[in-house]
């Protein structure tokens, strides 16, 4: 028997006072030691139930400091580039396993609740129970979008499966408090459920965990203006549906199907009104936080409701390119360095290295210049191979790729800048990771878009750093113009070096221009795309 079994075996919480004193001594300062303790009293509360009362409440003790112990200990795998390292697999393991404790307690209460329906406080009851199911598998679902993991089997399944038990008990749209959602606002089991499912067709493996935070946090506040109903009239078929009985959120209706009692249609009309409302004000000067959208800055606030504004209101974004099946294998490179060197077909030089040079250092060179060693040491590079990674095509377009790779190869983090040689061509194209998913298996799916224009290895450098030094030269990319979608030439430099109006040296083909900066272009989490004028 582990030391955990023993710790569990010893203990039992059968009243309120017991279960409260426990919780009083969490270390709270210590994540890792908290969830240990957290684990081992939810593991007691599923194995020694108490009287349905005394685990009602002692779960909703435990709710706020294992919300904030558990997001304490996300952050070692959140915002980490794919595949996940051992170590932070196994974080985020224990933290799945939390939300599923969790959740089978809250199931314990529902199953416990049920006999109770003579009860004059059944409806509360009831409701609460089943939004906290719905509420702990929430997240489970959420977790896995945030750290980009392929949702497991059974997720939506179960989630309908509360929602239809809220329907049969009558406690659909009960009011709840949920003071882990928000203090000022209440909350029902259909809110919990729409804000998963308003979640999940935002394309969330497509966001930042800043963005999907946001979401989160917006769906919440709005899942009220959302209507969920049975389909009664077949002659008004919505065009996306829910199916309770099946492991899928909302999803396009199948007209070869005959519907079962199990549909529901999903009303966003009052939503996309909202939403509208929201940019409305936002232009007119109305901050974020005056809106109650959070501290953000209005610009970012208004591109990610624009984003969100057809999938919220089931508007079908119509695509500028045809996306066609594809077979065959694109390679794709990773890092300034690599793609600098495939793109451009040799290894990047420094043009001016032979002048940083001491009269003892060119001595050397000159006396025991056939000694490798000694090159390297010197700072120059012989030609250098470059490993690279293989990649299945699932389908593309004129302006991207979905790619899958099995085997293990080189991380890869949503926004990052890529180079990409397709299926059916020679040559490397820039793109930016825009779609990132971990399969269960360990496999990757990778979305990626392409960067407008064809792209052109170059050496770039800051001018008047004011203390007579030159600065080196860095790898960057220049695009060449694309007409077909207005397109001016523009520049990719590695993130931090822009800065507005910034004079810099620009050399291609052993031709020099002085350049300066103007606008971005293109964001990433390892690059900028600029705009610039020659001087």
């Given at each position: ?43 007691s509360l599923l194995s020694h139930p108490p009287a349905p009362d005394t685990l009602l409440s002692l779960l909703e003790q435990v709710r706020l400091p294992l919300a904030s112990v558990e997001e304490e200990l996300a952050r070692r795998y959140l915002n980490k580039a794919l595949p996940l390292g051992e170590e932070e697999r196994a974080q ?168 079962g009692l199990d549909a529901r249609s999903f009303d966003t009309s009052s939503l996309g009104l909202q939403v509208s409302q929201m940019l409305t004000q936002l232009r007119q000067r109305v901050t974020p936080s005056q809106l109650g959208l959070g501290d953000e800055i209005s610009g970012y606030v208004v591109a990610l409701l624009e984003r ?204 020099t221009l002085n350049i300066r900066l103007k606008h971005i272009r293109q964001r990433g989490i390892d690059f900028d795309r600029v705009s610039f004028e020659i001087l």
């Amino acid at each position: 028997m582990t030391e955990s079994q023993l710790s569990q075996d010893r203990l039992y919480f059968a009243d309120i006072p017991s279960g409260a004193e426990y919780l009083s001594r969490l270390p709270l300062a210590n994540p890792p030691a908290a969830e240990q303790q957290l684990s081992l009293f939810l593991d007691s509360l599923l194995s020694h139930p108490p009287a349905p009362d005394t685990l009602l409440s002692l779960l909703e003790q435990v709710r706020l400091p294992l919300a904030s112990v558990e997001e304490e200990l996300a952050r070692r795998y959140l915002n980490k580039a794919l595949p996940l390292g051992e170590e932070e697999r196994a974080q985020f393991a224990r933290v799945i396993s939390v939300w599923e404790r969790m959740r089978r307690a809250y199931e314990r209460c529902a199953d416990m609740a049920e006999p109770m329906a003579r009860n004059p406080q059944f409806s509360a009851l009831a409701a609460t129970v089943l939004q906290r199911c719905i509420y702990y598998e929430g997240m489970i679902i959420i977790e896995h979008y945030r750290a980009r993991r392929e949702l497991p089997a059974g997720c939506w399944v179960r989630l309908h499966g509360y929602y239809a038990k809220a329907e049969d008990w009558g406690v659909v749209n009960t009011p709840i408090e949920d003071r882990l959602e928000s203090t000022a606002q209440i909350t029902h089991c259909c809110a919990a459920y729409v804000t998963l499912l308003l979640i999940e067709i935002a394309n969330p493996y497509s966001s930042s965990v800043r963005n999907l935070n946001l979401i989160r946090r917006w769906a919440g506040m709005w899942a009220h203006l959302v209507h969920v109903q049975p389909i009664i009239d077949d002659l008004e078929m919505p065009a996306y549906l829910i199916e309770l009985d099946k492991d899928t959120p909302l999803h396009v209706i199948d007209n070869s199907e005959a519907l079962g009692l199990d549909a529901r249609s999903f009303d966003t009309s009052s939503l996309g009104l909202q939403v509208s409302q929201m940019l409305t004000q936002l232009r007119q000067r109305v901050t974020p936080s005056q809106l109650g959208l959070g501290d953000e800055i209005s610009g970012y606030v208004v591109a990610l409701l624009e984003r969100l504004a057809r999938p919220w209101t089931l508007t079908a974004s119509p695509r500028r390119f045809r996306r066609f099946s594809a077979a065959g294998k694109a390679r794709l490179a990773v890092g300034f360095e690599k793609m600098h060197f495939y793109v451009s077909g040799a290894d990047f030089v420094e043009f001016d290295a032979g002048a940083t040079y001491s009269r003892d250092s060119f001595d050397k060179l000159f006396t025991f210049r056939d000694s490798a060693n000694l090159i390297a040491s010197l700072g120059l590079r012989p030609d250098l191979e470059y490993p690279i990674d293989e990649w299945a095509v699932v389908n593309h377009s004129a302006n991207g790729f979905r790619l899958a790779r099995a085997a293990a190869g080189e991380k890869i983090a949503l926004s990052q800048l890529l180079s990409v040689c397709p299926h059916d061509g020679d040559s490397f194209l820039l793109a930016q990771a825009s779609w990132l998913m971990e399969e269960s298996g360990g496999g990757l799916l990778l979305g990626v878009a392409i960067l407008p224009g064809s792209p052109k290895g170059v050496a770039v450098r800051r001018l008047g750093s004011g203390d007579g030094k030159r600065s080196s030269y860095l790898r960057a990319f220049l695009l060449s113009p694309t007409q077909v979608i207005e397109e001016r030439t523009s520049l990719v430099l590695p993130k931090s070096i822009y800065q507005a109006s910034l004079l810099m040296e620009l050399r291609s083909d052993k031709k020099t221009l002085n350049i300066r900066l103007k606008h971005i272009r293109q964001r990433g989490i390892d690059f900028d795309r600029v705009s610039f004028e020659i001087l």
